[in-house]
């Protein structure tokens, strides 16, 4: 048979209990769960001259490194986000720098690559609600019921970034998740690229 004449068949059938709640909602769960697929969202492309560094870029906002990217040689700098905010402090209130550093002019001071760069893109590492639709996103993608219901449940109470971090890390999903989760930063590394890129071109 072709699909229209597939199609055929199957109306009828959906017709004829088209009053039984209970039966409807069986092929509903069964059209959902077997046969129903999600479409896929266009994912961006990464040109192979960037996969290796959106890879890494990735990674390291996600242990929670800052990233300062050379556009023209690709370079990165990782800066552990706590003393990029300390920098961005003091640079606000230079009157809590140690004076005495400024008589004594030995001392070794920190010296970072992109402060010498002519251009640089920033990545840090996301935001907790970020964070929190990756988690949403992969709870999506979990086929198993009993385990999906406990990751809905962890990020529905207190604490929901830890409790869904030992749920999953527990669980025969934690491959999946890591991979998941990378791939997902990847996407928003590559975007945040990408549109920095673009608009030094213009």
Known sequence: MNAQQLLNEILPILHSVKEDKEKLQKILDFLLEEIFEEPEENEPEIPEKFRKLVHD????????????????????????????????????NPEFEDEDDEDDEDDDEQKFLHEDWKNCITVEPRES??????????????????????????????????????????????????????????????????????????
């Open 129 to 202: 609600s970020e964070s929190f639709k990756i988690m949403e996103r992969f709870v999506d993608e979990v086929n198993d019921k009993s385990l999906k219901n406990k990751l809905v449940n962890a990020l529905n109470n207190r604490k929901p970034f830890a409790n869904f971090k030992n749920i999953v890390e527990s669980s025969n999903y934690r491959k999946e998740w890591f991979a998941f989760k990378q791939h997902q930063l990847e996407i928003m590394v590559w975007e945040e690229i990408q549109f920095e890129l673009e608009k030094s071109e213009n």
């Open 57 to 92: 870029v990735a990674e390291n906002i996600d242990c929670g490194l800052v990233c300062f990217i050379n556009p023209e040689t690709l370079e990165v700098e990782e800066i552990p986000k706590e003393m990029v905010d300390g920098l961005s402090y003091f640079s606000i």
